[in-house]
Every structure is written in C-alpha cells, then in structure tokens.
C-alpha cells in the first residue's frame, strides 16, 4: 500500500513523526508510564469513570489493538476503555491510554467508524502529541531540560507537570495541527487493518450535522469541515475508494444497549 | 583494427553487464513492514501457509505485485508474499525512537540505582499513585487505571479477531 500523499508535510507526519520529535523530548518510557497513568486517572474521574461492560472493554480492545499493530509505534502496550459519559469525547494518554465516550460509542454506527476513532487518538500517542505539550509546559511547571527527565521522582514537579497537561487536554484541546495530524494519521491505520477508508467521513459529517460545524469538542479543535477536508486530502491523495468493509453487524452487535 | 576487434568484445560485454546489473539496482523496489505481526507466506492468500514472521520495520525486495499482495524476498534470503497493507515504501520510524527512549532510561535508572524491570504496562506506580492521592482520586478509579493496564489480549487473538471479520489478507 504506497502511503504517498504527495504533501511534504503529511507524509512526514505519516511516516517519520518519531523522528522528528526524538531529538525534542528527553522522557523515557519509564516516566511516560508515569505520567500517562497519572493523566488516565483525571480522564477516568472527570469523565464518570470506565464504563463496565465486558464484552464491549474486549470489543473496543480488539479493534483498538489491530490498528495499533499498524501504527508508528506498534511495540509499547495499548490500553482501550469506555468512558461512562454521555458527552461525544474520545481521549489519549501517553504510554498508550485510550479512551472513548459512551456518548460517542451511541453515534458511531459501524466498526470501520470506530477504528478510526481509536485510530485518531492512537496517533496522539504515536506522535507523542501530549508529551510535547508537557516539554512546552515545563517552564510553567519550573523544571529545566535535564529535570524533566527524573520529573516523576519529584512529586510537586510531576503534579504541576500532568496538572498542566491534563488542563491542556481536558479543557482546551491540543493544537489544531496535533487534531488534523490525528484526523489524516488514523484514517491511514484504519485504512491498512482493512477498513472502508471513507468510514470517517461518514462518522464526521454525522457529528458535524449534530453538533453544528463550529461547535467541535474544543475551542481550538478545527471546525468539523476542515477535519473532513483533511480525511479526504488523505483518501483522494491514495487513490481510495469505498470498500463496504464497515463491519455493522458485528458492531451493533456488542454495543447493545449501550 | 584485428587487435581493436578482440577487445571491444570483452569490453562490450563488461559494460553490458554493468548496465544489467545498475539497472536491475535501480529497479529492485524496496518496502518495509508496517506492522507488529506480519506474515511471509508461500502463496497469495491468508490460507497459504507461513514461511516466516517478520519483524516490524524489516526490509524486503519486491518481486512482483499481484491485487493486494506483493511477492518479496527477505534480507536472509527467505522468499514469498505479504499482504500489502502490511508494507510502506518508508521505513517507520516508531520503533527506533522508542529504543532511544528506553536507552536513555536504562542509562539513568543505573545511574539512580533502580533495577527494576519496566518493560511492560504497569498501572499506577509511586508517582502516580503518589499524584492520586494529592489530588483526590478515589479508589475505584485508580483501580480502573490498574485494570486498564493489565488488559490482556495477545496478537494471537487480534489475529482470529481480523480473520472472523474478513479483515486485510483474510478479505474474502
């Protein structure tokens, strides 16, 4: 499959984002443990804590899985969960956290839809997004370059640290770039599990219809248009065409009455 | 003009040897494998049967391509076909810039002293379980957090769950 979009910037995104940032960020995997777990918690309590239902935790782990085994980053664990809230969310963690509503998981209609949901925030955590607002952070947090990396063996500094974070990803939303770059990346893990690539489409322009085009999750997310635009750069630029892979009976199946 | 004759043979031949073997340089297609499981096969359908598991990142020649599979040959010599979803013509870079994070932590947890192994997913560990404590986190959340990270489901798995949908090389 030739991931080629013959935009600079987007197949450095596709294809090279860890090595764009792995001069940037001193974390260790250690301390993103730390610090995605602490960030994981203050999504589970604001959020009406993890959703128990076990067939749809294994279901939502399974199509999480399969795309992340086709990410930039297929070698640290992934984490799925639903959060039990009614709101139309989905989150990342760094160290592989992943969570979507249940208020989205009553909208989405199909597994390729879901996929790639989790294939988005997948791409927050393979691209680092979330880290990279900790190292901008660390002036806020008092922490020098070289602290950063030893920031989880100070627990005021590692407080401030995920404070800062999680009010970043909580209450304003990343950059409009880290949610475009999310938009395009997990349309292209979604794609290559097998998925009917122009299943998001389809997903996005339902929320745009119901949520109104400037009324995304965030402030700063871009409006609903420009993330379809974005997912369709991606779909026209690989020559993509609709497959009828969207797996409906089996989705509906486990989400139930959800 | 005799003596020109016997050497433009040899030399013909030379360079038209080096130009066989430049251009079949220039033409070999490399690609890379795009996914943590990836299976060689020795035929173009997931009911083939496996020749070898490859390595995410690993490069391979390509041979021929034929619908979604491409035919290809491994470094170490191993030949058949990969369903091309599972390939990309960059080499990823994930996975080398998680090595270099988990160097640099193996450097400064000897450094601080800290044996302890941390490969795998963990939960909360002291420092965020140290920051729910500060900031109020019930139980019955970070216990959630705990449950999350000890999920368990095994590539295996993934893979029976792909084939019951039809998914990638199992498309039927």
Not at chain 1, 120 to 126: C, F
Not at chain 1, 161 to 166: E, G, H, I, R, T
Not at chain 1, 204 to 224: C, Y
Not at chain 2, 108 to 137: F, H, N, P, W
Request: aromatic fraction near 8%; hydrophobic fraction near 40%.
């Amino acid at each position: 499959m030739q991931i080629s979009t013959g935009n600079e910037r987007l197949d450095k995104m596709i294809h090279g984002g860890g090595t764009l940032l792995s001069g940037l960020l001193p974390i260790g995997y250690e301390e993103e443990q730390s610090i995605g777990a602490a960030i994981a918690l203050q999504v589970i309590a604001r959020y009406g804590g993890v959703y128990d239902q076990p067939d749809l935790t294994r279901y939502v782990n399974l199509v999480g899985r399969a795309v992340a085994l086709t990410c930039d980053r297929p070698d640290i664990p992934y984490h799925f969960a639903v959060l039990n809230s009614d709101s139309i969310n989905a989150f990342a963690a760094p160290a592989g956290y992943v969570f979507v509503t249940r208020g989205l998981v009553k909208q989405i209609r199909n597994e390729a839809e879901l996929a790639a949901v989790l294939g988005h925030e997948i791409a927050h955590v393979s691209q680092k997004h979330i880290l990279e607002v900790i190292q901008r952070s660390k002036r806020l947090a008092g922490v020098s370059e070289a602290g950063l990396a030893y920031a989880h063996q100070n627990p005021d500094v590692f407080k401030n640290l995920v404070d800062a974070a999680a009010k970043k990803l909580l209450d304003e939303g990343l950059d409009q770039d880290k949610e475009l770059e999310g938009d395009s990346l997990g349309e292209v893990f979604a794609a290559r599990v097998g998925y009917d690539p122009t299943a998001y489409v389809t997903l996005l322009t339902r929320l745009r219809s119901l949520k109104g085009d400037d009324k995304a999750f965030f402030k700063t997310h871009p409006n609903f248009s420009a993330r379809i635009n974005a997912v369709q750069q991606v779909i026209q630029t690989q020559g993509w065409k609709p497959t009828g892979v969207l797996l409906e009976d089996r989705f509906v199946r486990v989400r139930g009455k959800t | 003009m005799k003596r020109h004759s016997r050497l433009a043979i040899p030399l013909l031949t030379l360079l038209f040897a080096s130009l066989y073997l430049l251009t079949g340089v220039a033409l070999a297609e490399i690609v890379f494998v795009q996914s943590k499981t990836a299976k060689l096969r020795s035929g173009k359908t997931s009911l083939d049967s496996v020749v070898a598991d490859l390595k995410f990142g690993e490069p391979l020649e390509v041979l021929s391509k034929e619908r979604s599979w491409l035919e290809v040959q491994t470094a170490r010599g191993a030949k058949g076909w990969i369903f091309a979803g599972k390939t990309t013509p960059t080499k990823p870079a994930g996975s080398e810039d998680d090595a270099l994070a988990k160097l640099g932590k193996s450097f400064r947890r000897t450094e601080a002293g800290d044996v302890t192994a941390s490969a795998g997913a963990r939960g909360l560990d002291k420092a965020s379980e140290d920051y729910a404590k500060r900031v109020g986190i019930t139980q019955r959340d970070r216990d959630a957090v705990d449950r999350m990270a000890a999920y368990r489901i095994t590539d295996q798995e993934v893979e029976e769950f792909l084939k019951s949908g039809g998914l990638g090389e199992y498309a039927k």
